[in-house]
C-alpha cells in the first residue's frame, strides 16, 4: 500500500467506504430493523396495560364509593323514617311534643291525637298521613318561644296549624292551645 499510486489508494478508500456502507446497511435491515419493530410493539403493548389499568383503578374507586353509600343505606332508611315514620306513630309524635315541652321548662297539661284523612300518593311515590295533635301547655312567653324553635328544628316533620294564647286566670304563666299536624309515609 505505501507503493501504489494515489489514484489506487483513493480507489482503494472508495472500496472500503462502499463495503463498509453496504456492512452497516446490512446490519441495520438484519440485526437493527426487527427489534426495533419489536421495541416498539412493546411499547405500544405497554401503553395500552397502563391505559387498562388506569381505568380499572378508576372503576375499583367508583365502586367502591358506590359501595359504601350502599353500606349507609340502612343508616339512610333509619333516619328517614325518623323524619317521615313508615307508619302511624301517635306515641312517637306524643313523646316528641312533651321532650320539647320539657325541656323549655313549659308544663304540658293535656295531649290528645286523631288520625286525618290521608293524602294519596302518585305512582310508586306512598300516600302521606297527618297526625293531628292538640296540646296545652303553660309557661312564660320566653319558654314558650323556645318551644317553637326546638318544634322548627326537630326531627319529625310537623307544622304548626293554629295557636291560642290566653293569660291564665289563676297563677302566673301563660295558656298555649296548640293544634299540630305530624306527617307519616302511608301504606
Do not use: C, H
Not at 297526625?131 to 296545652?136: D, H, I, S, T
Amino acid at each position: 500500500m505505501w507503493g501504489m499510486k494515489p489514484s489506487t489508494k483513493r480507489m482503494l478508500s472508495i472500496l472500503a467506504a462502499i463495503i463498509l456502507l453496504i456492512a452497516s446497511v446490512f446490519v441495520y435491515t438484519s440485526l437493527i430493523k426487527p427489534e426495533y419493530k419489536e421495541i416498539s410493539a412493546m411499547r405500544d403493548k405497554s401503553a395500552t396495560l397502563n391505559q387498562t389499568y388506569n381505568n380499572y383503578e378508576s372503576l375499583n374507586k367508583k365502586f367502591q364509593e358506590i359501595f359504601a353509600q350502599y353500606q349507609n343505606l340502612g343508616d339512610l332508611e333509619k333516619q328517614l323514617s325518623m323524619i317521615l315514620p313508615s307508619k302511624i306513630d301517635a306515641a312517637y309524635a306524643a313523646s316528641q311534643i312533651a321532650g320539647i315541652a320539657q325541656k323549655n321548662k313549659s308544663n304540658l297539661l293535656s295531649l290528645t291525637t286523631r288520625q286525618l284523612a290521608i293524602r294519596p300518593g302518585v305512582g310508586t311515590v306512598k300516600g302521606i298521613g297527618t297526625l293531628r295533635m292538640e296540646a296545652k301547655l303553660v309557661g312564660n312567653y320566653e319558654d314558650f318561644k323556645m318551644f317553637l324553635k326546638d318544634m322548627e328544628s326537630n326531627i319529625m316533620i310537623s307544622d304548626l296549624v293554629s295557636l291560642r294564647i290566653e293569660k291564665q286566670k289563676a297563677g302566673d304563666g301563660i295558656l298555649y292551645t296548640l293544634t299540630i299536624d305530624a306527617y307519616y309515609q302511608a301504606e
